[in-house]
């Protein structure tokens, strides 16, 4: 698949304020969605071709990784791409992999080769080294997997070599990431070739959403799993993933946030395409969110419409369930009627930088007044937002979470905000900056 032209970004972008927020955007594909039909697609029998499908740098990603596997695909046109399914194995049995910082491809991918065999090696940015792994990898060497650490125990870089798979039972923990149970899930289909596998999980499971997109994908390529609610899954013996010929991607529910948030906050009303009242996404329960802070909320069946209603009511709840859209609420906090607080979101310190200690830092520089717990954070909006250069991280929803704060709301004014290096998008929505000025208005009528 040919990537989107690039985006030649400046070093940052500043954002002017902007009085009212009115129109339509239709969403990239999902990365969740995404890059879990490509491996499923991969490892299926038959050709699938895949609609819809996001043209980012995580999916990028992961169609080089399977093209390095031997995995042929044709792009049809610039959303849709035809995979040839391998029967679960892989063409290629050595391979030098880079998997940049897309956690949604190397850890799947993780299992499946390590499950498969072969002599692989993945590796990423450094931020990608410094993201965990050691309990997907803990499990999969504990039923006779072979991976070793070549840099820091616990963290990519990572080297696979054919080992000896005798899976019956297997445990991970679920308090770091669901897609450690992810990976297993996808790859539990290629162990359980004459006897049921399953796979327990330790403590509590965050992100069940997320597993839930799994399991519906999985049965969507013919494979399915048996829950004993959330602490155990099943796949019996004589399963294997077959191509469905065709599917769509559905649009970015995590993306939809940015513009949800931003009718809430500065009028709209801004309408969503390609996610509606039936999406497998667990993110579409941002709006619920939104909705308990005194936006009206209008779903369809392929879109999602959010108006204001004047100030925002402030919010406190857990948002373990919604971990990545949860960071859109806490710039909505800005324009709420009191302090929030965003509980159980500890899994913000192993995303793409440590969105618990960034998003305090920048939160603090617009005016808000910030208390940063271990797995909490509690903002108290500033009478009046205060111009700020927002710091990104390399970490795309930093940059688009913040494009927020140059919105008029009905509480306080927004200002100008400088977003540096606004290139980071890339990794999931090139052209975030041209939707938010599609729908942004200088004038309040």
Known sequence: MTQQKPKHYPQHIDLEPVMHVEGTVRLPGSKSISNRTLLLAALCEGETTIHDLLASDDTMVMLGALRSL????????????????????????????????????????????????????????????????????????????????????????????????????????????????????????????????????????????????????????????????????????????????????EGDASSASYFLAAGAIGGGPVRVEGVGKDSIQGDVRFADALERMGATITRGDNWIEARGNGVLKAIDADFNHIPDAAMTIAVAALYADGPSTLRNIASWRVKETDRLAAMAIELRKVGAQV?????????????????????????HRMAMCFSLASLDGAARRGNAIRINDPKCVAKTFPDYFEAFAGIARSELF
């Not at 208390?371 to 970490?395: F, H, K, N, Q």
């Open 70 to 249: 031997g995995i042929r695909w044709e792009e049809i046109d610039e959303r849709t791409v035809l995979v040839h399914g391998n029967g679960g194995t892989l063409p290629v049995g050595a391979a030098d992999l880079f998997m940049g910082n897309a956690g949604t491809a190397i850890r799947p991918l993780t299992a499946a080769l390590a499950v498969i065999g072969g002599d692989y090696t993945l590796h990423g940015v450094s931020r990608m080294h410094e993201r965990p792994i050691g309990d997907l990898v803990d499990a999969l060497n504990g039923i006779g997997a072979q991976i070793e650490y070549t840099g820091e125990a616990g963290f990519p870089p990572l080297r696979i070599r054919r080992g000896h798979i005798h899976a019956n039972r297997m445990s991970v923990r679920g308090n770091v990431s669901s897609q450690f149970l992810t990976a297993l899930l996808m790859s539990a289909p290629l162990m359980a070739r004459g006897h049921a596998v399953t796979i327990d999980v330790v403590g509590e499971l965050i992100s069940k959403p997320y597993i839930e997109i799994t399991l519906n994908l999985m049965r969507r390529f013919g494979v399915t799993v048996e829950q004993n609610g959330w602490a155990s899954f099943t796949v019996q013996p004589g399963q294997r993933y077959v191509s469905p010929g065709s599917i769509h991607v």
């Open 371 to 395: 208390e940063e717990g271990p797995d909490y954070l509690r903002i108290t909006p500033p009478e009046e937002l205060l111009p700020a250069t927002i710091d990104t991280y390399d970490d």
